[in-house]
């Protein structure tokens, strides 16, 4: 939604305010023109402050997250990576991963072993649990 208010109405400034505090869905965020991110459960005067700074031109972000942003690096998952991987996450079987994002079972195979690979997992399940953890599904 931020995506399409930043390409509609270019002057638009959002800020979101979430309960989930991942490195992903931050940079997820500020890829698509976000100009502030916090959590929730900041105070209500420093959300306050947030609006005043970002109406006056400012980006704000949560410190603590953009620590864990910048720890975190960048999401090493490729769009179609991520795409098998969170058809996965249901438990699905290869074949039906396979028919739903119009792939050969073999080629699911291959990202998936691949996306397990970059993630340092174990199996397909842990390999989505880590990419989810982390925001990047």
Excluded at 41 to 60: C, K, N, T, W, Y
Aim: hydrophobic fraction near 45%; aromatic fraction near 4%; charge should be positive.
């Amino acid at each position: 939604m931020a995506g399409i208010l930043h390409t509609e109405i270019p002057d638009c400034r959002v800020l979101i305010l979430t309960t989930f505090g991942r490195p992903g869905y931050l940079r997820q965020a500020m890829d698509n023109g976000v100009v502030g991110f916090l959590l929730k459960d900041a105070p209500a005067s420093r959300l306050a402050a947030a609006i005043r700074r970002i109406m006056e031109g400012e980006r704000i972000v949560d410190p603590t997250l953009a620590l864990s942003a910048l720890s975190e690096g960048n999401n090493p998952l490729t769009e179609r990576e991520r795409a098998v991987l969170a058809a996965a996450t249901g438990g699905n079987t290869i074949a039906k991963i396979a028919s739903s994002l119009a792939l050969s079972e073999g080629t699911v195979r291959n990202y998936l072993s691949v996306a397990i690979q970059k993630l340092g997992a174990s199996n397909r399940i842990e390999a989505a649990h880590i990419a989810e953890q982390k925001g990047w599904l």
